[in-house]
């Protein structure tokens, strides 16, 4: 008989090879975005058939910006596996209903996750909601336009300007969490490393004292936006993320989408996505990224009211603008 519990330090091995057999190509991501919580045991539940770990579901709680902008305590929901000869036999069922029970003891007013199996989880209360999105054919090479930035590869020493640019963006975006620059430094790397890349956007300052003589520097980057690439498949690029400064918006976006668009290209993508917040600055530029832009909705994310209302939860995940970077996946 199954026993359902918490997990503890010796479990460890068997959660990563439980991980393994249930998502070989994320296994060592989900490892390792575990292995960064420092509450992680306590917010890790298993069904242990016989000493073996046959189901397992983890729980972090981020801060996650309302419907208002206000930042709440969330349950963000990962790691969900069942080991394919004991699925069908109710296990994640009953983790599930231990996790609500600790979600909302731990004060969190709502819970998160995304999946392509939403029926898993719709009997234990969780909802999906939507997201915009476009797909199609990668743009060709666009021809600069007067004034736009110049674009490169972000790189570790961008950390603290990335930050920057993603807080001011979301300062009031209903569904996105607010990041810490452990989470630029752990967590991200992990969703948008190679053969992804976050490109960033920049628009050279005039120098302020002309008088510093013919061999001073003439001015500094100043940062204006950043894109997230992804390549999810063969053949086929993703946006994942966008930030653009204030003021700034569509000269970031047009150089950073046809920047986009010819990363995508150079990896030999002939398809590519989109999940970004229908702005009209990211609506404007989008010729730069596809060729043929066709909408594209997506319902992946799933919420479930825990100590918050019901119709407050709802409105935060149904804002028109709000977003849920893939970067702050569990």
Known sequence: MPHYRTATPADEPGLHALWAAAFPDAAATVGALWAGDPGRHARTFVADDGGR????????????????????????????????GA?????????????????????????????????????????????????????????PRGGSASVRPATGADLGALKVLRDAYDEARPLTTVRSLDDWRRRIPHWYGPPGRILIAEQAERAEHLSAGPGARAGRARPLGFVVVRHPGPGHAEVAEIALARGHEDAAAEALLAAAAEHARAAGAVSAGVRLPAEPAVLRALPRLLAQATPETTAYGMARPLLSPAAEVASTVGAPLAAHWYGDSF
């Open 87 to 143: 699925r069908g036999r109710g296990h994640v069922r009953r983790l599930l209903g231990a996790a609500v029970a600790a979600m909302t003891a731990d004060g969190c007013a709502w819970s998160l996750l995304f999946t392509a199996t939403p029926g898993v989880y719709e009997g234990a209360g969780w909802r999906s909601f939507r997201a915009t999105g476009w797909s199609g054919p990668p743009a060709g090479p666009a021809a």
């Open 53 to 84: 770990v046959v189901s397992a579901l983890h729980y972090r709680p981020r801060p996650i910006r309302s419907a208002t902008g206000r930042p709440q305590r969330v349950g963000c929901l990962g790691g969900v596996a069942t080991h394919p």
